[in-house]
């Protein structure tokens, strides 16, 4: 794995996070306890910071980044991930915040100071754009994206269980010592 200090920041892993050989983590980076990076994924935290709650996956080929600091947006947007968080592969996230227990689908992307509240699924091709909220319990999908319907008592269970199935998959990695 990469992890690449900038600016006198040094990503911090947690306890029993899995960082693929073939992804780059650089500057001020911190990844949740039990949470995963997959191959060829970059987070970059060079102008802000990148925070990524526990028992969170970040899948193959995803970039992570941050909205920095000037005279457009005075104070920037970190990047910040909650708990028990699935992201999907080829997702972008750039400058947005993340609750808990949610879903991205594949190749969507959340864009500068969007908000997505806990307990949210978002549909595969999503277009979040910047400033958008979107409200807890419910999918969101389209480009750009719209609320479709509530979520079901099955997709409520549904987001500890993949949580905990990437945690398994990437001790296994571990153990493989895929890591290195």
């Known amino acids: 794995m990469t992890l690449r200090r900038f600016k006198n920041y040094t990503p911090q892993l947690g306890a029993r996070a899995f960082v693929d050989a073939t ?4 500057g001020d980076v911190e990844v949740g306890e039990d ?6 994924t970059v987070v970059r935290g060079d102008m802000h910071r990148i925070r990524i709650g526990a028992r969170t996956s970040v899948q193959d080929a995803s970039v992570l980044h941050i909205t920095h600091a000037g005279p457009f947006n005075p104070d920037g947007f970190p990047l910040l991930i909650g708990d028990d968080v699935t992201i999907g592969h080829k997702v972008m ?35 979040v754009p910047p ?42 990695h571990l153990a493989e010592g895929f890591d290195q």
């Open 23 to 26: 992804a780059v983590v650089i």
């Open 35 to 40: 949470s995963s990076v997959w191959p060829l």
């Open 93 to 127: 996230l750039h400058g947005c915040t993340l609750g808990n227990r949610i879903l991205v689908g594949m190749g969507s992307i959340v864009m500068d100071g969007a908000v997505i509240e806990d307990d949210v699924i978002l549909g595969a091709g999503s277009l």
């Open 131 to 172: 400033g958008k909220r979107l409200e807890s319990g419910f999918l969101y999908v389209g480009s750009p994206v719209k609320q479709s319907r509530p979520l079901t008592e099955k997709e409520f269970s549904f987001f500890t269980y993949t949580a905990g199935n990437y945690v398994k998959l990437k001790d296994q």
